[in-house]
């Protein structure tokens, strides 16, 4: 039976969620999940591609309620049609062939018992979702489905299945062998079959965190030195000016008249049409609660142009390192921790460089001296001497209740899978950093593009609202931005 959004509503909250990183280094722990969280969150995620238009021919899904509903997780139709199915599995190795067999013989009984669920069977796709993976002769299966299933008919392969699967389910019982089989085999000739593993769901959920932290706790991670508060403190102490798209002739016209006495210069901020009698009168604490309201919104602006940063970092990393490197086997899943702290170190520069003296800003960041080159090494050295420590079983210097530090564990080990020792770790970075290296030049590149060296706040008074043309151009700005 299909449920209510209602009823998807309440079930999405106040539910348990599995830790997970936003690294891009590995997929999301879906076997984690309940078998319902997993059953209802394939069926978000496929609602939104389907209003996409990017899952196949389908056009609406209807979640089903759970129980006896005949091999059945999810309803796929076109154009008020039953057209499809998805059917989740949710298992911490990866589904046999007998296991995946046995799931469709199941489905195919109930749709020989109630034709409405399987109308067209020329116009069928059976989905299957699993949270870790298939064996390979299952995946042999299911990508050649069409041929391989008659291989399976032929050598007689299915039919010890169909009895198993008869036997197992007392509503089966009344079936009759020899006729039921044959209805089966028809049916498993003409459906196609999809299948839909870790990979494939984290590489969709990747691009649709929103989503993500619905169902997973997300740890962010930025670099392995806490860069971040670093910088965050710093901003907070010296403040960044943000560029806004002015009109520099308007701006002209409302300050080039100001007269010399109105013209007050106070370091980080300006003040134009405000008279020194003015000033004098609002000196000591009263001056000081004016600066220190004009650097609170200066540092707002600091911290979002910072999360900015960091997203786009996140999101590129997904896309050029984790997509299209990573998920193609061009790289090995350790060597993916060099690109955050990497590109956070170097775009930091951009951040900082209109926030405090010189001198300063290469007391606070001496890497800032360091070529690319030389940044690498160093925050490679840092990479073996935490792996080194945690292939050493040393999880001293892992922090958090047990359940995150034994999660931190689990990712090391991921992290590390086929790496042996720490030669094996930097042998093999060694070989992935040549590929990674022009793609870290191009992320930098593009997001650097996303800071101006300049950034500037002007704030005016009311009178705006008696110039057409600056409405007009507020307005043109408003949709501009909702446009994105």
């Known amino acids: 039976m299909k449920i209510s959004e209602e009823q998807i509503q309440n079930e999405l909250s106040g539910k348990y969620k599995p830790l997970t990183v936003e690294s891009g280094i590995t997929t999301f722990p879906f076997s984690d999940l309940s078998d319902r969280d997993f059953e209802l969150l394939s069926y978000l995620l496929v609602k939104e591609k389907i209003e996409s238009n990017s899952f196949g021919n389908h056009s609406d ?50 749709a020989i018992r109630d034709p409405e669920i399987l109308p067209n069977k020329e116009n069928f796709e059976y989905c299957l979702f699993v949270s870790y993976d298939v064996t390979e002769p299952t995946l042999t299966l299911i990508k050649s489905f069409n041929s391989e299933i008659i291989k399976e008919i032929l050598d007689d392969g299915i039919s010890k299945y169909i ?92 300050i080039g008249e100001t007269e010399d006495k109105n013209r ?18 609002i000196k000591g604490d009263e001056l000081k609660k004016l600066m220190t309201s004009i650097a609170d919104v200066s540092v707002l602006l600091n911290k979002q142009q910072l999360d900015f940063v960091n997203s786009q970092i996140h999101e590129y990393i997904q896309r050029k390192i984790t997509h299209e490197l990573l ?62 420590r945690v292939m050493k079983k040393d999880y001293s210097q892992l922090v958090g209740n047990p359940s995150v530090v ?62 057409k043309d600056d409405i007009l151009l507020l307005k043109k700005t408003i949709d501009k931005i909702e446009d994105e």
């Not at 007050?264 to 009168?281: H, P």
């Not at 993916?336 to 209109?354: C, D, H, N, Q």
Request: contains cysteine; glycine residues 4%; aromatic residues 12%.
């Open 163 to 254: 009895d198993e699967v008869i036997n197992e389910y007392e509503s089966f019982k009344s079936f009759t062998a020899n006729a039921t089989t044959q209805a089966i085999y028809e049916i498993l000739k003409k459906i196609s079959v999809k299948y839909y593993n870790s990979t494939d769901l984290s590489r969709e959920l990747n691009s649709n965190l929103k989503l993500a932290q619905s169902f997973f706790k997300i740890m962010s991670v930025v670099d392995l030195e806490g860069a971040d508060n670093v910088i965050r403190k710093a901003l907070d102490d010296y403040g960044l000016r943000m560029l806004t798209d002015i009109d520099l002739k308007s701006l002209q016209q409302r």
């Open 327 to 388: 998920f193609f086997n061009r790289i090995h899943v350790f060597s993916v921790g060099i690109a955050a702290p990497y590109l956070f170190k170097r775009l930091s520069l951009k951040l900082v460089s209109r926030t405090m003296p010189q001198e300063m800003i290469h007391k606070i960041y001496p890497h800032l001296k360091l070529s690319k080159d030389e940044l690498i090494n160093k925050i490679s050295e840092q990479l073996f001497e935490s792996s080194n």
């Open 264 to 281: 007050i210069n106070l370091g980080f901020v300006d003040f134009f049409g405000y008279s020194t009698e003015f000033f004098k009168f």
């Open 406 to 467: 034994q999660f931190k564990i689990n990712l090391y080990n991921h992290i590390h899978q086929g790496l042996n020792n720490i030669d094996d770790a930097k042998e093999v970075f060694s070989k992935d950093i040549k590929i990674i290296k022009p793609v870290l030049d191009e992320i930098e590149e593009i997001i650097g593009k996303l800071i101006p060296d300049s950034r500037t706040v002007v704030i005016k008074d009311g009178s705006f609202f008696d110039n």
């Open 61 to 110: 899904i209807a979640l089903m309620q759970g129980a006896a509903e005949r091999g059945r997780d999810c309803v796929l139709y076109q154009n008020g049609e039953v057209s499809g199915l998805i059917q989740c599995k949710k298992y911490q190795a990866r589904l046999t062939k007998p296991q995946f067999l046995k799931e469709l013989i199941k489905f195919t009984l109930f």
